[in-house]
């Protein structure tokens, strides 16, 4: 779906996050979450001169990176992101594709950051503190080979 235009800028609380193929059954597990970030891309310069030329540099593009998505989440007992990360451990990464879905108002779609190749490189688990009154939260960090906007060629 290309991304849907308007003047007024979008909210940033509205958002799902969609990866396949982790659950147990092999479809895709939609979440909620408080906080998604990493979507990212960097292209490094590589400085270049000629000895013949002028004392200035020449700057070509190099590698692209993209930076690790972050999903931050309340603890709710599901384990399906864990179970990915277990058999990341065990030496099986399953790499997957994912989402980052932006909505309006209304929960209505209007714009999708996928990426390609994505596996678990990290969880963190919840710290506990009896003397403050927050949620339990995880944080699953996913390292990725590509990050498009949907509906761009």
Same mark, same amino acid.
């Given at each position: 779906?290309?991304?849907?235009?308007r003047?007024?800028?979008?909210?940033?609380?509205?958002?799902e996050?969609?990866?396949? #193929? @982790?659950?147990? =059954?092999?479809?895709?597990?939609?979440?909620?979450?408080?906080?998604?970030? !990493? $979507?990212?891309?960097?292209?490094?310069p590589?400085?270049?001169?000629?000895?013949?030329?002028?004392?200035?540099?020449?700057?070509?593009?190099?590698?692209?990176?993209?930076?690790?998505?972050?999903?931050?989440? #309340? @603890?709710?007992? =599901?384990?399906?992101?864990?179970?990915?990360?277990?058999?990341?451990?065990? !030496? $099986?990464?399953?790499?997957?594709e994912?989402?980052?879905?932006?909505?309006d108002?209304?929960?209505?779609?209007?714009?999708?950051?996928?990426?390609?190749?994505?596996?678990?490189?990290?969880?963190?688990?919840? #710290?506990?503190?009896?003397?403050?009154?927050?949620?339990?939260?995880?944080t699953?960090?996913?390292?990725?080979?590509?990050?498009?906007?949907?509906?761009?060629a």
């Amino acid at each position: 779906m290309p991304p849907v235009y308007r003047d007024d800028p979008y909210n940033g609380h509205n958002f799902e996050v969609i990866i396949t #193929g @982790v659950s147990d =059954d092999g479809t895709a597990v939609k979440g909620s979450f408080a906080e998604a970030s !990493g $979507l990212e891309v960097t292209i490094d310069p590589i400085e270049y001169r000629n000895g013949s030329e002028d004392i200035t540099v020449r700057k070509m593009p190099g590698l692209k990176k993209f930076t690790n998505i972050t999903l931050k989440r #309340g @603890v709710i007992g =599901d384990l399906a992101f864990w179970n990915w990360i277990v058999e990341a451990m065990n !030496g $099986l990464v399953r790499r997957t594709e994912g989402s980052v879905i932006m909505l309006d108002e209304n929960r209505r779609e209007v714009m999708r950051w996928n990426f390609k190749r994505g596996w678990p490189t990290k969880w963190t688990g919840p #710290g506990f503190n009896a003397k403050n009154n927050e949620i339990a939260m995880e944080t699953l960090e996913i390292c990725h080979e590509g990050l498009e906007i949907d509906g761009q060629a």
